[in-house]
């Protein structure tokens, strides 16, 4: 008998949240995340403007990029709320226990998220591509964060 060539659950989980991001609004960098425990999804977030509120598009553009902020910078500039806070967003709307989840993530995370990740009791992250945040990485090494870098998707 063939035995399938089924993809592991971290590539599986990866290639979700690339779908995810799909939804993304954001005119810089579209962001998937989700929420896994126990290999079940718990939540899954995009980074875009709040809800009911103008998408940048509709609004001439990005804010940040007519600013020539680069990334990583100001981003409290930014309309969009990123993947990682609207995934904990989300479970909190639906009442979900997040402690010792963990996040799968395109990008690594910002500093503000890094730290709300903490806070939510996030224990591991796999994301996907690097972001100009040494504050981030430092902050959630100290926290005993497990943090992955995955291997890039092979379809």
């Given at each position: 008998m063939k035995k399938s060539k089924r993809p592991s659950w971290d590539v599986y989980f990866m290639e979700i949240t690339e779908l995810v991001a799909t939804r993304a609004t954001c005119l810089r960098r579209k962001i998937g995340a989700i929420l896994v425990k126990n290999r079940m999804i718990l939540a899954t977030g995009y980074n875009g403007p709040p809800k009911g509120v103008p998408h940048c598009?509709?609004?001439?553009?990005?804010l940040r990029e007519k600013l020539g902020i680069p990334s990583g910078e100001r981003m409290e500039l930014s309309r969009a709320v990123h993947a990682e806070q609207n995934v904990i967003i989300q479970a909190a709307k639906m009442g979900t226990n997040i402690d010792g989840a963990t996040l799968y993530v395109?990008?690594?995370?910002?500093?503000?998220?890094?730290k709300m990740l903490i806070n939510a009791g996030v224990t591991k992250i796999i994301y996907s591509k690097g972001y100009p945040d040494e504050y981030a990485k430092k902050i959630l090494e100290e926290a005993n964060v497990e943090i992955i870098q995955s291997e890039?998707?092979?379809k």
């Amino acid at each position: 008998m063939k035995k399938s060539k089924r993809p592991s659950w971290d590539v599986y989980f990866m290639e979700i949240t690339e779908l995810v991001a799909t939804r993304a609004t954001c005119l810089r960098r579209k962001i998937g995340a989700i929420l896994v425990k126990n290999r079940m999804i718990l939540a899954t977030g995009y980074n875009g403007p709040p809800k009911g509120v103008p998408h940048c598009d509709e609004l001439g553009g990005c804010l940040r990029e007519k600013l020539g902020i680069p990334s990583g910078e100001r981003m409290e500039l930014s309309r969009a709320v990123h993947a990682e806070q609207n995934v904990i967003i989300q479970a909190a709307k639906m009442g979900t226990n997040i402690d010792g989840a963990t996040l799968y993530v395109t990008n690594h995370p910002c500093f503000i998220c890094a730290k709300m990740l903490i806070n939510a009791g996030v224990t591991k992250i796999i994301y996907s591509k690097g972001y100009p945040d040494e504050y981030a990485k430092k902050i959630l090494e100290e926290a005993n964060v497990e943090i992955i870098q995955s291997e890039p998707s092979k379809k």
